[in-house]
């Protein structure tokens, strides 16, 4: 079945540097989504991309759609404590299906 | 905001016990989702249903069943718990949108860590 394979599985930096994760896939979606879970919780929502080439920003986060529409990226700038956590992205195929990474799990080094 | 709820967030049980895990949503969302996660493997989809009284089998069914008698309720079911049934379980709702451009993404719950001994 279709896959989506996110990387890095795991990143430490140090508070206050930026950070970059992405997705990518041998399939085309039609919607690219960013989740965060924090440690016990349910993942919530961050960004939706609708469109090839969309650029997206919600706060510190920037995320865009790849143009070839397999790919996704997800930047956090200047990170917090609280960014800590997992990062998932997900992608809508043509069926209509939902399919998950595996997830980015943040820690912030003091 | 949409807001989506499970019954318990920490539940313990004994193999072989029957197991019900309710998860509620409050925007008339058609669509609701059973996953579990768990270490290395991330989300992985047990059933969906896109109306009341309709499921479908996600990607491993196997041991579980799933109940959707009204709109607003999903209900998945461990008939006979087992110890490789201790995870984190997931529920998800989201719109029906019909087209070319839907837009279906999933809002989850806080989840219920669930442990059978």
């Known amino acids: 079945g279709q896959q989506l394979n996110q990387s890095p599985q795991s990143m430490f930096i140090q508070e206050g540097e930026d950070v970059s994760m992405n997705c990518t896939s041998s399939s085309i979606f039609n919607t690219w989504l960013w989740y965060k879970q924090d440690p016990g919780e349910g993942p919530v929502l961050l960004i939706a991309l609708y469109k090839a080439g969309e650029l997206t920003s919600n706060g510190r986060l920037t995320a865009q759609f790849g143009i070839t529409r397999k790919d996704s990226f997800l930047n956090i700038s200047a990170s917090i404590p609280s960014d800590v956590g997992i990062y998932f992205c997900a992608g809508q195929n043509r069926d209509d299906k939902i399919i998950f990474g595996k997830g980015t799990r943040l820690h912030i080094l003091p | 905001d949409v807001k989506v709820t499970q019954s318990s967030r920490y539940l313990v049980k004994r193999t072989g016990e029957k197991v019900f895990l309710e998860c509620v949503q409050d925007m008339d969302h058609e669509n609701m989702f059973w996953y579990r996660q768990d270490p290395g493997l991330g989300l992985r989809l047990i059933y969906f249903?896109?109306?009341?009284?309709?499921?479908e089998k996600g990607d491993i069914p196997e041991g579980y069943s799933v109940s959707r008698e009204k709109k607003e309720r999903f209900s998945l079911i461990l008939e006979s718990a087992s110890t490789n049934q201790t995870s984190m379980y997931l529920c998800?709702?989201?719109?029906?949108?019909?087209?070319?451009?839907?837009?279906?993404?999933?809002?989850f719950g806080p989840g219920t860590r669930l442990t059978v001994l």
């Open positions: 998800a709702s989201s719109l029906m949108e019909l087209g070319a451009f839907t837009h279906n993404e999933q809002f």
């Open positions: 249903s896109y109306d009341v009284k309709m499921k």
